[in-house]
């Protein structure tokens, strides 16, 4: 039989302390938690009713891949990984079940604001500069096509980061700013603001430029960033430049003036259009259509890992 993807988790070793979209995260001590990746997937702002094989193996992988490719090229870039060894604190049933889609991550507070970074103009990016000729209020030169890169390279575009079921709002810098100075009072606010957008900017670019050589262009993506508690250090937080928060192209495809094929969702996309699905609760995909998009993740991470995910996750 086909391999079936996981839609739950049951882990009960653990308290469990959030759930999100994609996501459990459980406590493993007081400094730490195990943040575990199912294989659920979302299309057009709606989770699917069963997954993707692999998914949430493969997100796990890319996120601890690129920690360690991008803390070699960003200078003094600081991560919440600890490792990919599961606690020994789990049955191993639990083990079994977690294995290759969970890391132990630092326990942190994370800075309530998506730190998108944009290098094209695509999305509700070119949506807004049709009508403005900004996106997040950033003036940017007429004359775009959609998915045309940002002229002068990529830019700080923050959003809201809104509770389960509410849509995130895009937000310019200044007030992503002013909104962190009301969060983090006595000037702290304004450093912590300041350095996220410089942060995340020259992540993205290194994250580009390693995609790039592997023929793959990373047109935007979102960061999270916490708090270090002892030093006061901004952390690079969450998932990282993984398919589901990026927007990967392949290179060769590339043609601005249109909407790019993305690497990962495509094939499920097109299924829910063609069958009057897009944006409708409740969905069932079938199974080709599920294996066809596992394959589209697992390629994406070979190029990007330049390894066979089976030899990562064997064993
Ligand atoms: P989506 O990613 O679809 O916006 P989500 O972010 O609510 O949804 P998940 O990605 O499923 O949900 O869950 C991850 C959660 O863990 C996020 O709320 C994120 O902010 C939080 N998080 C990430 N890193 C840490 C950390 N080191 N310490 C504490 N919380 C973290
Ligand atoms: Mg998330």
Not at 190 to 214: M, P
Not at 229 to 239: C, K, N, V, W, Y
């Amino acid at each position: 039989m086909a391999p079936q993807g996981l839609s739950t988790i049951n882990l009960t070793s653990l308290p469990k302390r959030a759930e999100g979209k994609v996501r459990n995260l459980y406590d493993v001590d007081e400094n730490t938690l195990l943040f575990v990746t199912t294989d659920r997937i979302s299309a057009y702002d709606v989770v699917m009713n069963n997954a993707v094989p692999y998914k949430g193996a493969i997100l796990t992988q890319i996120t601890k891949h690129w920690f360690s490719v991008l803390t070699e090229r960003v200078p003094g870039l600081k991560t919440h990984f600890i490792t990919t060894d599961v606690p020994t604190s789990l049955t191993p049933e639990e083990a079994a079940e977690i294995k290759d889609r969970s890391m132990v991550v630092r326990k942190l507070e994370v800075v309530q604001i998506e730190a998108i970074v944009r290098g094209y103009v695509t999305g509700s990016a070119f949506k807004e500069y049709q009508k403005s000729q900004t996106v997040h209020g950033i003036k940017l030169p007429a004359g775009l096509r959609e998915c045309d890169a940002i002229p002068d390279g990529p830019i700080y575009t923050p959003s809201t980061k809104a509770p389960l079921g509410q849509h995130d709002e895009n937000i310019s810098p200044q007030q992503a700013k002013e909104y962190l100075i009301k969060q983090y009072p006595g000037g702290k606010g304004e450093k912590i603001a300041d350095r996220i957008a410089e942060l995340a900017v020259q992540i993205f670019k290194a994250g580009q430029e390693y995609a790039a050589e592997r023929g793959i262009i990373l047109a935007d993506t979102k960061f999270e960033f916490a708090l270090d508690p002892e030093t006061g250090d901004i952390i690079l937080a969450d998932e990282c430049l993984t398919p589901d928060s990026s927007r990967y192209w392949p290179k060769d495809k590339y043609e601005p003036g249109r909407d790019q094929e993305s690497f990962d969702k495509q094939f499920l996309r097109n299924y829910l259009t063609e069958n009057g699905l897009k944006g409708k609760p409740n969905v069932t995909v079938p199974e080709d259509i599920l294996a066809a998009t596992s394959e589209r993740y697992q390629d994406v991470f070979e190029r990007l890992v330049g390894k066979k995910l089976q030899d990562v996750i064997k064993a």
